[in-house]
């Protein structure tokens, strides 16, 4: 009897279990690591890693080490300014037994606690207050921590910030927010693992800190179960990475997640493995699948039921075993389960066995329906085996069932030309049931004698009573595969995942004589392969544009530049004047404006990018399109005035303006007296001139209407057209006029 079945753990769907535990070897790994670690050269940060790493493991520090990690403590807060040294040994010093650092007074640590310090150094600080046990404002360091929750987005940063919590009294919801928020950036793979930006030492810090959290504060651990599944699957993954701080961290990590004396674990919340013996292979001997159940360091874990709840083959979906209970037998104090599966009618191929698992103790994950992936491999037959060559249309091996007698040790000759072909048929069959069986893998395989160059060409099964068969038209082969002429060995190679015993099975010598083809038929690799030197190659770029002459980009300038040289000329024809804008916030806000964005646009072209340069203008040009609108908005108004209204100028200015009214020009002469004046007040106060109701026109002085009036003084009114020349010795003085106005 020759059968051979082989399972490994796989996951159906969202699995529960571990895909890897941490072993005793592992462990072991791990301490001659830290342990090597240990030396003069060592700097105190690495020292201070690899003694709580030997803490973690539960591994005792070996007397002339722990002396040397204790000496290296004393040494590094001598005379230092720093709180990384401080922070190192005192970190170091908690993991030894007879050690102790000079004491440090309170306000030592006051310049590391301030607004200003980094969320390293207060991490740093307050973690070293703690493990030094030195008095401090509990207060103070709680605020400065919680402000850096708030501000930190660096896992790293908040990993740090995280571990200070069991240092830390009082209300620590902050930190607890931290954490929830922080869980939900973790990053996902495989849908197996989770992990934090900054790699397997930061989520490790990440993780203790959650679960010396919920030490400090009795609350259960803020993780879901599938969170604390796929960290723990991260963190073993990544067991193999010896680092002083990585490994004392996967470690610690690890340690919270089984110990309920560390933190408050929530019920089922401790995931566990299932291990198969003799890595899931068996034969007619150990015909059971045989496995333990245990947590993430490999500790077996006592259960109450192991169940089979199916077990189904996967090509065909036959359930074969439903709702089986597995034995539970002891080896070497370990409980094993195991439940015979082995059968001489089992048909080879794919098992999936859903298995159910609970455990006594509550903190563990139950394991439900987790499928064990079992491969049932048996022996082959190579029965019904013929080739031959022929030139007719029919395949002539139809109906032949015997074997022809092969003989690898002298094979028979053959010989064909181009226009005959081989045929070859043969049956693959179980050895055990002498059933008829279907495989992955068939081949010929045609090696030339001379070149030992091959040429492969698959066998297909025909769909009819499993028989495999192909008929080889070496003219045709000659164009898709090169055949050229010459002596070949024919082999038959059979193959499958379920296949014990893989077939490569030397069949005939043929003699092939072809037409030439191709002029060299392939070699080997190995044949082909020319080690020598290779030839240089020199990579020939692409030459750069030729660029226009200079006077191109001379005239292009002058003609950038003429259109603000003409607004300059036009400007000055037209008679602006700067000096007449009015200063007002708005005004120098809009001309700042503007400028700006014309600055904007030299710095695209020196240094600035499209998406920068947008940014900026989003922003100035907001700016100047608010003050511009308000900018015009008085520039209308002050020209509607002046529309509107009738005034008076000296010298250039405004010195008298009125809006609705009489504009009396007046000119007096030197025989005008003051009752000639009262008498053109008079009659420029009763002179009805304006509207009033919309029936009457013409019937409202500027009396009734309480208007005003504008008196311009005209002396050109007294001008004499007698002669060429204008005049004006009949006009009054005005100096003498003045008095009337």
Sequence with gaps: LHAVIVCCIVGVGNSMILTEVMTESDVAAAHQFFLDSISKQSSIESLAWVANGLKTINKKIPDDKAKLICESAKEAVKNTSEIQPIYWAAFAVQALENCQLPTFPSNHFDKYLSDKSNAKIVAYAVSSIGYLKVKYDMEKMRSIVSALVKTSTSPNDLSMLL???????????????????????????????????????????????????????????????????????????????????????????????????????????????ILLEHKGSLDEVKSSIRFMVTDIFGHIVPTDRVIADKIVHTSSDEVVINSKPFSRTSAKGNDIYELKFFDQKRKAGFYECFVSVGATNSKYMPIVQEAIVIKVSREILISGLNLAVHESERFPLDGKTESMKINEKKLMQLSADDNQKLAVIFVISDKLTKESILVDQAYLQF???????????????????????????????????????????????????????????????????????????????????????????????????????????????????????????????????????????????????????????????????????????????????????????????????????????????????????????????????????????????????????????????????????????????????????????????????????
């Design 447 to 741: 090696e030339e004698q001379n070149t030992k160059s091959t040429i492969i060409v698959p066998v297909a099964n025909d769909g009819n009573a499993n028989l495999y068969k192909a008929d080889i038209d070496f003219k045709q082969m000659a164009k898709d595969y090169e055949f050229t002429s010459g002596m070949y060995e024919i082999s038959l190679i059979v193959g499958d995942d379920v296949i014990m015993n893989s077939v490569i099975l030397k069949l005939a010598l043929l003699n092939l004589q072809l037409p030439a083809v191709v002029e060299h038929a392939r070699k080997s690799v190995l044949v082909a392969t020319d080690y020598k030197m290779k030839p240089e190659i020199l990579h020939s770029f692409r030459p750069p544009e030729k660029r226009p002459p200079k006077f191109i980009s001379d005239i292009f300038s002058v003609a950038v530049v003429i259109p603000f040289f003409l607004l300059l000329c036009i400007w000055f024809y037209l008679g602006a004047n700067i000096w007449a804008i009015p200063l007002s916030p708005v005004m120098i806000v809009f001309h700042a404006g503007l400028g700006g964005i014309f600055w904007l646009y030299y710095q695209f072209w020196i240094h600035l990018n499209m998406f920068e340069t947008l940014k900026y203008l989003g922003i100035l040009g907001t700016i100047t399109f608010l003050s511009g609108i308000s900018v015009l908005r008085k520039r209308a108004d002050r020209i509607n005035i002046l529309n509107e209204s009738c005034f008076a100028k000296v010298n250039g200015e405004i010195v008298s303006r009125i809006q609705r009214g009489i504009c009396a020009l007046i000119g007096l002469s030197r025989d005008d007296d003051a009752n000639d004046i009262e008498y053109i007040v008079r009659k420029l106060l009763n002179l009805r001139i304006f509207s009033g109701d919309a029936e009457k026109r013409w019937d409202k002085s500027v009396n009734d209407l309480q208007l005003e009036i504008l008196c311009v003084s005209q002396f050109t009114l007294n001008a004499s057209l007698k002669g060429n020349k204008l005049d004006f010795h009949l006009s009054m003085n005005p100096s003498e006029a003045a008095q009337f106005y």
């Design 163 to 273: 571990n200070t919590a069991p240092f830390l009294s009082g209300d620590l919801k902050f930190v607890t927010d931290c954490v929830n928020d922080l869980v939900s950036k973790a990053d996902e793979t495989d849908e197996r693992y989770l992990r934090f930006d900054g790699g397997i030492g930061t989520t490790a810090s990440i993780v203790h800190g959650i679960y010396q959290l919920s030490a400090k504060t009795g609350n259960p651990v803020v993780l879901k179960k599938e969170q604390i599944l796929k960290f723990a699957n991260y963190l073993i993954s990544r067991r193999r990475i010896y680092h002083p701080r990585v490994t004392s961290l996967i470690f610690s990590a690890l340690h919270d997640m089984t110990d309920d004396k560390v933190a408050n674990l929530p019920k089922n919340s401790v995931p566990l493995a």
